[in-house]
T-cell receptor, first 108, second 115 residues
Framework: DAKTTQPPSMDCAEGRAANLPCNHSTISGNEYVYWYRQIHSQGPQYIIHGLKNNETNEMASLIITEDRKSSTLILPHATLRDTAVYYCIVRVAGQFYFGTGTSLTVIP | NAGVTQTPKFQVLKTGQSMTLQCAQDMNHNSMYWYRQDPGMGLRLIYYSASEGTTDKGEVPNGYNVSRLNKREFSLRLESAAPSQTSVYFC??????????????FGDGTRLSIL
């Protein structure tokens, strides 16, 4: 059974906000949610992580629901260089699960 | 500013051949990891080393062995390569063994094809 569930693909217009959802209903109470992205099969690039509260850094914002069963990664002003596969990652029983990710295409 | 360096970047093997993939990090991290990524899938953990001198199995360890040579280096060995091991292999490191508040940093991968 999947540890995380993400839509397989999404489009976003350049300059608009990209909102990428993730369901992680089996996450433990003290486990963080991480987001990474992968461009052109390069090594995954760290974006952001969080536990309970919403988080923001220079790349993105992370919104985690109060029950922690889902989260949303927000890229506030998507650019063409944000086109990538985005992975929502949780740790279950000690193992880190990447899932299949969301392929985000930013359209000019 | 190398971060995590993997060698080689590409390799083609014949079934039954052996091969060692090398990984080195220059961030003084304690923990290192090996993942594989198959087409259209996310990464799956093969082995990890929480600290120098220790190694443990991940999600898909069968057919692989690892060696934590020192704090900087963590190698992955295929003793008898099989076509099912055709994949892209990523090495990663983190300051400590916990994603609790420590992101992992990844190399650019080794693309391995086994004929």
């Amino acid at each position: 059974d999947a540890k995380t569930t993400q839509p397989p693909s999404m489009d976003c217009a350049e300059g608009r906000a990209a909102n990428l959802p993730c369901n992680h209903s089996t996450i433990s109470g003290n486990e963080y949610v991480y987001w990474y992205r992968q461009i052109h099969s390069q090594g995954p690039q760290y974006i952001i992580h969080g536990l309970k509260n919403n988080e923001t850094n220079e790349m993105a914002s992370l919104i985690i629901t109060e029950d922690r069963k889902s989260s949303t990664l927000i890229l506030p002003h998507a650019t063409l260089r944000d086109t990538a596969v985005y992975y929502c990652i949780v740790r279950v029983a000690g193992q880190f699960y990447f899932g299949t990710g969301t392929s985000l295409t930013v359209i000019p | 500013n190398a971060g995590v360096t993997q060698t080689p970047k590409f390799q083609v093997l014949k079934t039954g051949q052996s091969m060692t993939l090398q990984c080195a990090q220059d961030m003084n991290h304690n923990s290192m990891y090996w993942y594989r990524q198959d087409p259209g899938m996310g990464l799956r953990l093969i082995y990890y080393s929480a600290s120098e001198g220790t190694t443990d199995k991940g999600e898909v360890p069968n057919g692989y062995n690892v060696s934590r040579l020192n704090k900087r280096e963590f190698s992955l060995r295929l003793e008898s390569a099989a076509p099912s091991q055709t994949s892209v292999y990523f090495c990663a490191s983190s300051e400590v063994f916990s994603w609790g508040n420590q992101p992992q940093h990844f190399g650019d991968g080794t693309r391995l094809s086994i004929l």
